[in-house]
C-alpha cells in the first residue's frame, strides 16, 4: 500500500515554520511601541497611528531587499546582521522624505527553513527596528522547496512612517546657494555587490576569510557589515535644523541620487575630495581598476546621507553632527544650471 504523502514529504515542514513563529513573537515585542495593536500571528498587522499635533498626516511607504549582499552571508554563515540591512534600506528612503518610521514587515523566503538561520535573521530585522524606533508588527515566511539552492534564502520588507503635510522634505525649497552636508556610511551598505563580488572573488580569486592589509580586517567582515540606519541622525541631532531636503545615497550613488531632489533649473557641484574615502572603496577601484564615474554611479563611496541646509546653517549642522560623534563634511553646493551643462558637477 502507497503511503500518503504529506506535506513534509514535500520538503515544507509545517510543525518547524510554528515553532520558529514563537521566536519571531518575542523578537517582534521586543520593538514594541506606542500604536501597536495585538501580536504577531494574525492575519495582518494593526496599528494606531497618532495623529495628535498634526494638521494634515501623510503616510510614507518605501519597499526592498537586501540584493546580492546575501551571497556574503551566505558565504561566511553569519545571518544576524541582514535583517539589519533590510530594515535601514526602507526606512532611510522614508526619513529623507521627513517621516518618522512607524512600523515594518519582513518576508522570508527560503528553500528549507533552517531555525537556527530563520531566527538570526529576524533577530538582525529586530535590531533594525530597534535602531529605526519602529515597530515590527508582521511578516512571512515562506518555504518554497527546490526554488533556493541549499540553505540560501532571500528577504524583503516594508516600512511605513508619518510625516505632517507642511513638515514633508521633497526639496521644493531647495535654492541655489544651499549648501550640502554629507554623513557619513557605515562602508558599502546594500548596493553594488555584484561588481564588488566579482572584483573579489571572481577577478581576484579571494578566500572569504582573506586577510586583507588594506581593509586591517578578512575581505568577508568588511563586505559584511550593517547599512547605517539615519533615524536618530535625521530626527534627534538635527532638529533644530530647517533642512531644504534630503537624499539617501543608494543604487545609483552620489550622482543620481542628490539630484532626485534638486529642483528643475538648478544643478549642484559635489567637492570630490571633500571627505576621506574609506578604503574599502579604494581598495575596490584599485582592484577592479574601476573608473572614477562608475564608482560615483554604483557606491556612496563614504557619504550615505546628505542633507541640503542654507548656508548659514552649513557650519551649526556640521557642528551638531560632529559634537555627536557622527562624521560628517560639507561636501559641495546648489548651483544655477547652465544650458548644455550636466546637472551634477564634480570640482
Request: with cysteine; glycine share 12%.
Amino acid at each position: 500500500m502507497t503511503k500518503p504523502l504529506t506535506y513534509a514529504d514535500a520538503g515544507v515542514d509545517i510543525d518547524k515554520a510554528n515553532r520558529f513563529v514563537g521566536a519571531v513573537k518575542k523578537i517582534a515585542a521586543s520593538t514594541s511601541r506606542k500604536g501597536v495593536l495585538g501580536r504577531i500571528g494574525g492575519f495582518g498587522g494593526l496599528f494606531a497611528p497618532d495623529w495628535s499635533g498634526m494638521s494634515d498626516p501623510i503616510l510614507v511607504s518605501a519597499t526592498d531587499g537586501v540584493g546580492t549582499k546575501l551571497k556574503i552571508a551566505f558565504m561566511l554563515d553569519r545571518h544576524d546582521s541582514v535583517g539589519i540591512d533590510l530594515v535601514a534600506m526602507s526606512v532611510n528612503d522614508i526619513i529623507v522624505q521627513g517621516a518618522r518610521p512607524l512600523f515594518f514587515l519582513d518576508y522570508l523566503s527560503v528553500g528549507k527553513l533552517d531555525e537556527s538561520t530563520a531566527t538570526a535573521v529576524v533577530s538582525g530585522v529586530g535590531e533594525g527596528c530597534r535602531q529605526a524606533q519602529c515597530a515590527l508588527i508582521g511578516g512571512e515566511t515562506a518555504e518554497m522547496p527546490g526554488l533556493y539552492a541549499g540553505n540560501e534564502y532571500d528577504l524583503a520588507g516594508f516600512a511605513v512612517g508619518l510625516v505632517d503635510r507642511q513638515a514633508i522634505l521633497d526639496g521644493s525649497t531647495i535654492q541655489s546657494g544651499d549648501q550640502l552636508i554629507g554623513i557619513a556610511s557605515s562602508g558599502l551598505h546594500s548596493n553594488g555587490y555584484s561588481l564588488v563580488r566579482k572584483i573579489c572573488f571572481a577577478h581576484l580569486g579571494l578566500k572569504i576569510d582573506a586577510h586583507v592589509a588594506e581593509l586591517g580586517q578578512p575581505v568577508g567582515e568588511a563586505l559584511l557589515t550593517p547599512t547605517r540606519i539615519y533615524v536618530e541622525t535625521l530626527f534627534d541631532t538635527l532638529t533644530e535644523i530647517a533642512l531644504r531636503g534630503a537624499a539617501h545615497i543608494t543604487g545609483g550613488g552620489l550622482s543620481e541620487n542628490i539630484i532626485r531632489v534638486v529642483p528643475k533649473g538648478l544643478g549642484i557641484e559635489i567637492r570630490q575630495h571633500s571627505w576621506p574615502v574609506p578604503p574599502i572603496f579604494h581598495f575596490l577601484q584599485q582592484a577592479g581598476k574601476v573608473e572614477n564615474a562608475e564608482m560615483q554611479r554604483t557606491f556612496n563611496n563614504g557619504i550615505g546621507l546628505v542633507v541640503f541646509v542654507r548656508e548659514s546653517d552649513a557650519q551649526q549642522t556640521l557642528d551638531r553632527l560632529n559634537s555627536t560623534n557622527q562624521k560628517a563634511w560639507h561636501i559641495g553646493r546648489v548651483v544655477p544650471q547652465t544650458r548644455n551643462k550636466d546637472r551634477v558637477g564634480w570640482i
